[in-house]
T-cell receptor, first 113, second 111 residues
Framework: EAQVTQNPRYLITVTGKKLTVTCSQNMNHEYMSWYRQDPGLGLRQIYYSMNVEVTDKGDVPEGYKVSRKEKRNFPLILESPSPNQTSLYFC????????????FGEGSWLTVV | GQQVMQIPQYQHVQEGEDFTTYCNSSTTLSNIQWYKQRPGGHPVFLIQLVKSGEVKKQKRLTFQFGEAKKNSSLHITATQTTDVGTYFCAGPKDSNYQLIWGAGTKLIIKP
């Protein structure tokens, strides 16, 4: 089954404690991205990757890091989480250009206290 | 910068009434996509429109792409409880690798 899998689905953490949200897709997609969703703000892109070892900032990259060492995986790293990073995070993938369908993961609810 | 405005932010309807959400882009779009996010779920692709003036239907859902390819709408006829959720539009940024998203319209069925 084609899917995007992200973990953890739910996490409560403390300010400053590094965490990683993993994302994996089994569709051999070139393009992967991370979004955060906050009430009234819709989906905002954090980082995206057009292929292995190619990443770039989205609209709200501050406080986040990513890496793309393998085509299927695109982890999101919060080196020193802060409460304003409390949000719902989605990983997404698609095959190449922006005209293609995006497949989203189930979402990760992150709370930073 | 390039923007996609989506209105309204919320729409409350009685079951059986119609629902419409509108997207307006500051620039011409090569295509526009629509997604639905159920409460507690993730966005799911509904449809893509590519041609100027294009109209597509999926059962009770009608999607339109404006002649100038700068606006789009989604109309739901005779809403049902299964239609509840947030509807997003998205179009390519100039780079054609990134998408720019509308803020979404939340459809709420009045009890």
């Amino acid at each position: 089954e084609a899917q995007v899998t992200q973990n953890p689905r739910y996490l409560i953490t403390v300010t400053g404690k590094k965490l990683t949200v993993t994302c994996s897709q089994n569709m051999n997609h070139e393009y992967m991205s991370w979004y955060r969703q906050d009430p009234g703000l819709g989906l905002r892109q954090i980082y995206y990757s057009m292929n292995v070892e190619v990443t770039d900032k989205g609209d709200v990259p501050e406080g986040y890091k990513v890496s793309r060492k393998e085509k299927r995986n695109f982890p999101l790293i919060l080196e020193s989480p802060s409460p304003n990073q409390t949000s719902l995070y989605f990983c997404a993938s698609r095959p190449g250009l922006a005209g293609n369908t995006i497949y989203f993961g189930e979402g990760s609810w992150l709370t930073v206290v | 910068g390039q923007q996609v405005m989506q209105i309204p932010q919320y729409q409350h309807v009685q079951e059986g009434e119609d629902f419409t959400t509108y997207c307006n882009s500051s620039t011409t779009l090569s295509n526009i996509q629509w997604y639905k996010q159920r409460p507690g779920g993730h966005p799911v692709f509904l449809i893509q429109l590519v041609k100027s003036g294009e109209v597509k239907k999926q059962k009770r859902l009608t999607f339109q792409f404006g002649e100038a390819k700068k606006n789009s709408s989604l109309h739901i006829t005779a809403t049902q409880t299964t239609d509840v959720g947030t509807y997003f539009c998205a179009g390519p940024k100039d780079s054609n690798y990134q998408l720019i998203w509308g803020a979404g319209t939340k459809l709420i069925i009045k009890p």
